[in-house]
């Protein structure tokens, strides 16, 4: 079955520094990689995703690239901001797939 | 508001009793994840319902474990004699279908004593 893996596992950086957090997945058929942002004593919140017929996507602050050939996606935040702080979650599924499959977390600080 | 809630917010109960945690997805989405979530650590999956079936069962920890919906619409996820590893938030998502981004609500926290 799928499983996707996710590093650093925690990262602290400075704020206006940029923050780059990158997954692996293991089943060449995934094709929908979403993006979450969990707060404390929340739940997590999508904040953004891309599918496997584009290799990037940005909004605002935030981007998100993909390399079928080697399987890898990455989260990149530019300008981070204390409000950032936050656990990230990637993900990866197929169409017609049951399971969404998470990564393990990544817990981002930054630091003011 | 229109996002998935989730009920009890906070549950406390001893060991062994039974506990039953609701989830009301966002309306019209026909699928609804389970997922359970230790202190600190990641997402793990329990059940999803596509409509009121559900074709994985696969990540209920143990039979003291069962899930159910009806009407599509409003799902529970029932905890018999329950084990203080039990302890943790279990979080409910829903999506308009499978691929699809889903929508989490904010958990239910059980603390078993």
């Known amino acids: 079955g799928e499983n996707v893996e996710q590093h650093p596992s925690t990262l602290s950086v400075q704020e206006g520094d940029s923050a780059v957090i990158k997954c692996t997945y293991s089943?060449?058929?995934?094709?929908?990689f979403p993006w979450y942002k969990q707060e404390l004593g929340k739940g997590p919140q999508l904040i953004i995703d891309?599918?496997?017929?584009?290799g990037e996507k940005k909004d605002q602050r935030i981007a998100v690239t993909l390399n079928k050939t080697a399987k890898h996606f990455s989260l990149h935040i530019t300008e981070t901001q204390p409000e950032d702080s936050a656990v990230y979650f990637c993900?990866?599924?197929?169409?017609?797939?049951?399971?969404?499959?998470f990564g393990p977390g990544t817990s981002l600080s930054v630091i003011p | 508001g229109a996002g998935v809630s989730q009920s009890p917010s906070n549950k406390v109960t001893e060991k062994g009793k039974d506990v039953e945690l609701r989830c009301d997805p966002i309306?019209?989405?026909?699928?609804l994840y389970w997922y359970r979530q230790s202190l600190g650590q990641g997402l793990e999956f329990l059940i999803y319902?596509?409509?009121?079936?559900?074709?994985?069962k696969s990540g209920l920890p143990s039979d003291r474990f069962s899930a159910e919906r009806t009407g599509g619409s409003v799902s529970t996820l029932t905890i018999q004699r329950t084990q203080q590893e039990d302890s943790a938030v279990y979080l409910c998502?829903?999506?308009?279908?499978?691929?699809?981004?889903?929508?989490f609500g904010d958990g239910t926290r059980l603390s078993i004593l």
């Open positions: 998502a829903s999506s308009s279908q499978t691929s699809q981004p889903q929508h």
């Open positions: 309306s019209g989405h026909t699928a």
């Open positions: 891309i599918r496997s017929n584009v």
């Open positions: 319902f596509q409509g009121n079936s559900a074709p994985d």
């Open positions: 089943d060449s058929a995934s094709n929908y």
């Open positions: 993900a990866a599924t197929k169409t017609s797939y049951d399971k969404v499959i």
